[in-house]
């Protein structure tokens, strides 16, 4: 979806993108709070140095999603993938601290890499109209509630989602924007 508004007197043209990444074997890493504020972390950082707007999301015990534009790179990187990376280093650093027994969930022998905590090839689908966006942000938001999962009973009860902002306005991590700005 293009998104047209001003920002400091210019005229920008966004994209927005329905994102999803997975962890690794889809092993349920995301259950520990902490690693859901590694991952708040790094998306509070993307966000307050303009690297990203995110619309919406939600940290399910295995997997994110994400509506988000990619404003520019960070450095010689996208945005995703600066997430991935610095994600993955953290929940490293962490279990090796908390949990080394997890840790080895994630040990691989590859020719990059001795660890590996996300899924290579993370899906990114470009919204291309206000409807496409609508029904990707009520996938997102029910995902919680779902049978599958059943992590709370309404959407906006799920604390790791954009749920409360879209109802009451709360965007407890600052991360939020508005996708109709």
Do not use: C
């Not at 999803?20 to 708040?40: C, P, Q, S, V």
């Not at 988000?68 to 490293?92: C, D, I, R, V, Y």
């Amino acid at each position: 979806m293009n998104i047209f508004h001003k920002r400091q007197g210019q005229m920008y043209n966004e994209q927005a993108y329905f994102y999803t990444d997975t962890i690794h074997n889809f092993e349920h890493l995301l259950l520990d709070d902490n690693i859901k504020m590694i991952i708040i972390n790094s998306l509070q950082y993307l966000v307050n140095n303009k690297l990203v707007e995110i619309y919406a999301y939600v940290i399910m015990p295995n997997h994110i999603h994400l509506i988000w534009n990619m404003l520019k790179l960070n450095g010689k990187e996208s945005p995703a993938g600066s997430f991935a990376k610095f994600t993955a280093h953290q929940f490293q650093k962490y279990l090796l601290t908390k949990n080394d027994t997890i840790l080895e969930k994630f040990r691989v022998d590859k020719f990059d890499r001795k660890m590996q905590f996300w899924k290579r090839d993370p899906l990114a689908i470009h919204l291309s109209s206000e409807e496409n966006l609508i029904q990707k942000l009520e996938y997102i938001h029910n995902n919680p509630i779902r049978e599958k999962w059943n992590l709370a009973s309404q959407p906006e009860d799920y604390k790791w989602s954009s749920s409360r902002f879209y109802k009451d306005g709360t965007d407890e991590f600052g991360i939020l924007t508005h996708f109709k700005k």
